[in-house]
Nanobody, 126 residues
Framework: QVQLVESGGGLVQAGGSLTLSCAAF????????RGWFRQAPGKEKEREFV??????????YYGDSVKGRFTISRDNAKNTVTLQMVSLKPEDTAVYYC?????????????????WGAGTQVTVSS
């Protein structure tokens, strides 16, 4: 069983920065893609794609609302993924989830992912 644990969430003022990390534990798979999704207040049924990184070639993908402000990266040796967030806006407020899939190519659809973390809260005040 794979466990994903997010860390780094918190409260920040608009324009500030935060870095989220996602560590994998247990029966890990070395070649699976990773993604970050978020769920905003009042949108409990929607998980918005934030960023993804393919494990095979390192290609990265971003949601339109975060492009140019967020950066996803990976550490293969530590099996961790990091999401650097700058120029944060109040509309970035959400619970951020790390996800992993067995396939090596990242995907924008949450249904494509096999494992999920419990989520970490990010709150951006205006």
């Amino acid at each position: 069983q794979v466990q994903l644990v997010e860390s780094g969430g918190g409260l920040v003022q608009a324009g500030g920065s935060l870095t989220l990390s996602c560590a994998a534990f247990g029966r890990t798979f070395g070649s699976g893609a990773r993604g970050w999704f978020r769920q905003a207040p009042g949108k409990e049924k929607e998980r918005e794609f934030v960023a993804g990184i393919s494990w095979n070639d390192g290609n990265t993908y971003y949601g339109d609302s975060v492009k140019g402000r967020f950066t996803i990266s990976r550490d293969n040796a530590k099996n961790t993924v990091t999401l650097q967030m700058v120029s944060l806006k109040p509309e970035d407020t959400a619970v951020y989830y790390c996800a992993a899939r067995r396939d090596g190519t990242a995907d924008r659809g949450p249904a494509s992912y096999d494992y999920w973390g419990a989520g970490t809260q990010v709150t951006v005040s205006s």
